[in-house]
Nanobody, 121 residues
């Protein structure tokens, strides 16, 4: 399984940005999710869908501003982010796992390298 993120960049507060994560090697249902790691902080769950449900789940800080989507035909998941603020700055990584879905990063088997998002005030 390989995951490759794209779409990061430097934006200003209030801007929008859409991240993409193209995956390969996934056969059958898989949980997929986006995580963010701010400088000096732990990586934390942003949004994703479990292997057995198409309904996106969001962290409280992401709900209402971020939209998770998945295009199986393109083997890509997306994270659209609105009204960005400096606290959204960080390395955004996508993760996949055949069964696990949740915030415990050690339980996710596959990770991309991440794409950096920097929001200036």
């Amino acid at each position: 399984v390989q995951l490759v993120e794209s779409g990061g960049g430097v934006v200003q507060a209030g801007d929008s940005l859409t991240l993409a994560c193209k995956y390969s090697g996934i056969i059958g249902p898989y949980s997929v999710a986006w995580f963010r790691q701010a400088p000096g902080k732990e990586r934390w769950f942003v949004a994703g869908t479990p292997y057995d449900d198409d309904t996106p789940f969001y962290a409280d800080a992401a709900r209402g501003r971020f939209t998770f989507s998945r295009d199986n035909a393109k083997a890509t998941i997306y994270l659209h982010m609105d009204r960005l603020n400096p606290e959204d700055t960080g390395l955004y990584s996508c993760a996949a796992d055949a069964r696990y879905f949740g915030p415990n990063i050690s339980n996710w088997n596959y990770w991309g390298l991440g794409t950096q998002v920097t929001v200036s005030s």
